[in-house]
Structure formats: C-alpha cells, structure tokens
C-alpha cells in the first residue's frame, strides 16, 4: 500500500488591478496549476490559507476556489503583513493536501511577478506564466 502524507504546498501570484475579476482569475490560474503540478484533486486538499497584500481588497481571494467548486473545501483569507518594498498586489496560498509525494517531489507554483518571492522553488515552466 502507498504511503500518503499531509503536505504544505506553498504558492503565489500577482494581480494585475485591484478587482473581482482580476484577484479570482490569478487565483483559479495558481490554485489549477498547484492541482496539477502536484497530481492531486480537490478531494485530497485538507485546507487553503490564502493571503493577500493590503492593496488587494476587491475580492475574497477564496471565492476563486468556490468557482472552480471546490465547496466542501475549507477556506481561509487573511491579510499579509504589510512589510515595506515587498511585492505589491500579491496572493499567497499554503494549500494542505494528501499525498504520497515526499516533501521534495512537492511542486510550489509561483506565478508572474510572484517568482521573485522565491527564485529557488520556481520551475523554468511556471517562470514563463503570465
């Protein structure tokens, strides 16, 4: 029987204005591409902890997962701490999921603008995204 753990999977993206649209669009993007750099399903997703810079306050960044339908899922949105020159127009999410991957075959995604948050973690793939 394979063995399946509780993972974080860490990922972000930057938004282009302060609307709706814009916050649940970059968001469904971020939480499908985690979904599918990881082989996991919305089934196996414990919890989300979404985050979003102070300049973000159009929309719940969590009303995304809710249209992609992920009902049942646990939800969270917080603001992120304020810390001067950091990356503007920025969601974070820790994703809590099953998996049988091992804490280093798990994929984060950071997307756009979001890949100088964490140069290490970001495939050549998600570098060219949006």
């Known amino acids: ?6 993972r974080g999977i860490r990922g972000a993206v930057t938004v282009s204005e302060n609307s ?3 916050i649940c669009e970059a968001t469904k993007e971020l939480l499908l591409a985690i979904v ?3 082989e996991i399903s919305p089934e196996d997703i414990i919890s989300i902890i979404f985050s979003a810079t102070p300049d973000l306050n159009a929309a719940f960044p969590a009303e995304a997962a809710r ?3 992920w009902l049942t899922v646990p939800l969270l949105c917080t603001t992120e701490i304020p810390v001067p020159g950091a ?3 920025c ?3 820790l994703v809590h999921a099953y998996t049988s991957r091992k804490q280093e075959e798990v994929r984060h995604v950071y ?3 979001a890949v100088r948050l964490r140069p290490d973690l ?3 793939d998600h570098s060219e995204s949006g």
């Not at 029987?1 to 509780?6: F, I, R």
Request: proline share 0%.
């Open 122 to 124: 970001v495939s050549k």
């Open 1 to 6: 029987m394979e063995k399946v753990w509780v």
């Open 91 to 93: 969601i974070r999410v």
């Open 87 to 89: 990356l503007e127009k």
């Open 67 to 69: 249209q992609l339908g």
């Open 111 to 113: 997307l756009r603008e």
């Open 20 to 22: 709706k649209s814009a």
């Open 36 to 38: 599918r750099e990881n």
